[in-house]
């Protein structure tokens, strides 16, 4: 304690027995992110945190027992709610340490194994299979869909489109918000990452937009901008539900988008539950995001590069399309080997090397005998 105090490293043994909930109390309420990560950081604190946490004592808690809960939720919940439920566990600790309430933060040891995120490589569906995917939903939600398959959009950001996003002289789609639900509540929000995009619109699709939009008539629709009490924002959304409200994600999937996967006879059919409504049974890897995989391969195949499918598609870092589509990428066997055909032409006109019988003649002498040679002249009748 007395070398601690001579260095500026020491620490009350006192102040450890702060307990863990008041400390997470003040993390979370010292985070600037958007409205749906702070939802987000509140619900693992409160279900998977504090109770085994909460009211623990700081200076009590092992890197034995973090280690064992991580994994233990990893097993049970899936990596996703692991990293973020240790996200706030390490966050917590950290903000201990900086208090100097602790002095290391036992999430950081080695033993603390945080879970990567699980996933193998993409597989894009078929031209069929989104074509009978398409198929499967009603007329009025086919457009969804096809702009899916089409632009690569986020679910969100397709029930956020409006009319005065797709321009029809230039013949591209802008980006510019997604409809987002927090807790109970849906806002309108800048799409993922914060930033704004434009798409390429082909001339198949802008038919159908056009069709869609003569259609419906689409109307001016309002909602909250970024937060529950943010400022009115209103456009006029594309594509609106049997109750003229926005679209809302769960209830697309299960009435539209699950029913329409089983037409396309990528999911089985659906059970009964007890009040005789059905229920379907996929996976996320079936979920609506299937159709910007299917948009990247269908792109990366015509010659569109990694660049700038990650501008379309709204990835911050090109280096994440690349590791998630590069084995999508066409193989350049073909044209490598038209390329140096082409500019090492000569090269392989030049005579080939010779063998080694060759060469190892090339190195040994040749002796050779003339018995012609006038030896009183002083000529060799040797020669090499």
Known sequence: METDRERGEYIDPEAGKVRFEEVAGRWLASRVVDPSSAIKYESALRLHVNPVFGRRQLRTIKPSEIAAWVADLDARFGSSTARTAYLVLHGTLAL?????????????????????????????????????????????????????????????????????DVDFDEMVIHVRRQVKKLGREFVFALPKNDTERTVPMSDGTALILKEHIDATAPRAYTLPWEKV???????????RWTDDKHIR??????????????HAGVIREPSRDARGRKQYFSSRANGMHALRHYYASITLADGVNIKELAEYL???DPGFTLRLYTHMLPSSHERARKAVDSRLA???????????????????PTISWDPDVDLSAGEPRISL
């Open 346 to 364: 000569r090269l392989f006109t030049l005579k080939p090397h010779r063998t080694a019988t060759e060469q190892a003649a090339a190195r040994s």
């Open 229 to 239: 009490d943010g400022a009115p924002h209103t456009v006029k959304l594309l594509f």
């Open 96 to 164: 201990a340490v900086d208090d100097e309430t602790i002095k290391r933060n036992p999430a950081k040891a080695r033993v603390v194994k945080v879970p990567s995120p699980k996933g193998g490589k993409v597989v894009a569906w078929g031209d069929d299979v989104v074509l009978r995917i398409a198929e499967g939903h009603p007329p009025r939600y086919r457009p969804i869909a096809s702009v899916g398959a089409a632009c690569g959009l986020r679910q969100g950001e397709i029930f956020g489109l409006a009319v005065e």
């Open 249 to 262: 994600a769960r209830t697309y999937d299960e009435l539209v988008w699950k029913p329409a996967l089983f």
């Open 314 to 316: 709204g990835h911050g």
